[in-house]
């Protein structure tokens, strides 16, 4: 098993940042990578960025490239998604998605963001 817990969301302007965390816990040797999505109010859940637990690689969704940047810190079994120029419809709650090597995905509870205009 693995634990994620989510971090650092909260209310921002637009044009602002934030940075939140993704901590996990448990069996973090068998993570094969990590994920940020977000669900908007009324909307479905949405993929923003990946990375590998051990290589570092990433991905970004179109929508996010060039705003948000995805980092970890290994020794803190920490992943992190710096978030920037922030709009009014990046609020969501946002969640972490452990993914390990045997397939088995495991969710964080989730930090609103919200960004006033």
């Known amino acids: 098993q693995v634990q994620v817990v989510e971090s650092g969301g909260g209310l921002v302007q637009a044009g602002g940042s934030l940075r939140l965390s993704c901590a996990a816990s448990?069996?973090?040797?068998?993570?094969?990578?990590m994920g940020w999505f977000r669900q908007p109010p009324g909307k479905e859940r949405e993929w923003l960025a990946t990375?590998?637990?051990?290589?570092?690689?990433?991905n970004y969704a179109d929508s996010v490239k060039g705003r948000f940047t995805i980092s970890k810190d290994n020794a803190k079994n920490t992943v992190y998604l710096q978030m920037n120029s922030l709009k009014p419809e990046d609020t969501a709650v946002y969640y972490c998605?452990?993914?390990?090597?045997?397939?088995?995905?495991?969710w964080g509870q989730g930090t609103q963001v919200t960004v006033s205009s």
């Open positions: 448990g069996r973090t040797f068998s993570i094969y990578n």
């Open positions: 990375i590998t637990w051990s290589g570092g690689s990433t």
């Open positions: 998605r452990a993914t390990v090597t045997w397939g088995s995905d495991y």
